[in-house]
C-alpha cells in the first residue's frame, strides 16, 4: 500500500465502484480443472480472469472468460461467465500487501489493508 489506501472512492489503487483487476498490471488468472460452485453459483471448468468491484457495503467478484488481460484496460462485461456479490469484512490487523489465500475448505479470501472478501468454491 506504501501509505495509500487500498480502497475508497478516491484510491489510486482500487477505488470503490470501479472493475478492478484484483492485483498488479495483469488481471490475476483464476483456474478450475473441472465444473464447481462459487458460492453456490455453477462455473465451468477453465481459466478465468479475476476482477472485482469493490464497495464498501457489497462487493463484486467476476469470472470473465479473457483470462489473459493486462489490468482492466479492455475489460469487457459481455466476457463475464459469473459474477458474485459478496460481503466484505473487515481486519484486525492491516495486509500491506495484497494477498489471496485459499484453504481446503474451498475458502478464497482477497485481502489489503484492512478488508476481507471471500467467497466458497465448492
Known amino acids: 500500500m506504501k ?4 480502497f475508497g472512492e478516491k484510491s489510486p489503487l482500487a477505488p470503490t465502484g470501479e472493475v ?44 470473465n472468460k479473457t483470462a489473459k488481460q493486462w489490468g482492466a484496460f479492455k475489460y469487457d462485461a459481455k466476457e463475464d461467465a459469473l459474477r458474485v456479490k459478496v460481503k466484505p469484512k473487515t481486519l484486525a490487523s492491516p495486509v500491506e500487501q495484497f494477498t489471496i489465500t485459499a484453504d481446503k ?9 484492512k478488508t476481507e472478501a471471500d467467497f466458497m468454491v465448492k
Open 3 to 6: 501509505s495509500r489506501e487500498a
Open 20 to 63: 478492478w483487476r484484483t492485483g498488479a498490471n495483469e488481471a490475476t488468472t483464476f483456474t478450475v480443472s473441472k465444473a464447481v460452485k462459487i458460492d453456490g453459483q455453477p462455473l465451468a471448468a477453465g481459466s478465468y480472469a479475476l476482477f472485482t468491484i469493490p464497495g464498501k457495503a457489497e462487493w463484486t467478484i467476476i469470472f
Open 105 to 113: 475448505n474451498g475458502k478464497v479470501a482477497l485481502m489489503w489493508g
